[in-house]
């Protein structure tokens, strides 16, 4: 059995920075593609970022873009979301998610082409 652990969130006031990282635990897992969602109180989740295993093709919400980068260790089976410049906004519940298959470009952000997830780790921006 595969699990997707996330950790590195916390309390970080506007402005901050913080680095989550995404590693699965268990059986052996190689995935094609990773990727970061997240969840803020009484809303959808929403797509952040993905990545895939080989090559440089990555995906950003486009609001994001700019203050968030996802990176992959392949060495470490990880994916990492580096965060800056954080808002109140950003405030959610951000969640790993892989696929051990090739996807394809358009489907990246949407969380239906994803069959692991990890159980979340709280990220909350505030002075």
């Known amino acids: 059995q595969v699990q997707l652990v996330e950790s590195g969130g916390g309390l970080v006031k506007p402005g901050g920075s913080l680095r989550l990282s995404c590693a699965p635990s268990?059986?052996?897992?190689?995935?094609?593609?990773m990727g970061w969602f997240r969840q803020a109180p009484g809303k959808e989740r929403e797509f952040v970022a993905a990545?895939?295993?080989?090559?440089?093709?990555?995906a950003y919400r486009d609001s994001l873009k700019g203050r968030f980068t996802i990176i992959r260790d392949n060495a470490k089976n990880t994916v990492y979301l580096q965060m800056n410049s954080l808002e109140p906004e950003d405030t959610a519940v951000y969640y790993c998610?892989?696929?051990?298959?090739?996807?394809?470009?358009?489907?990246?952000?949407?969380?239906?082409?994803?069959?692991?997830w990890g159980q979340g780790t709280q990220v909350t921006v505030s002075s």
């Open positions: 268990g059986d052996p897992f190689s995935w094609s593609i």
């Open positions: 990545i895939r295993r080989h090559g440089d093709n990555t």
């Open positions: 998610a892989a696929n051990k298959n090739r996807i394809i470009t358009s489907a990246m952000a949407d969380p239906r082409f994803y069959n692991y």
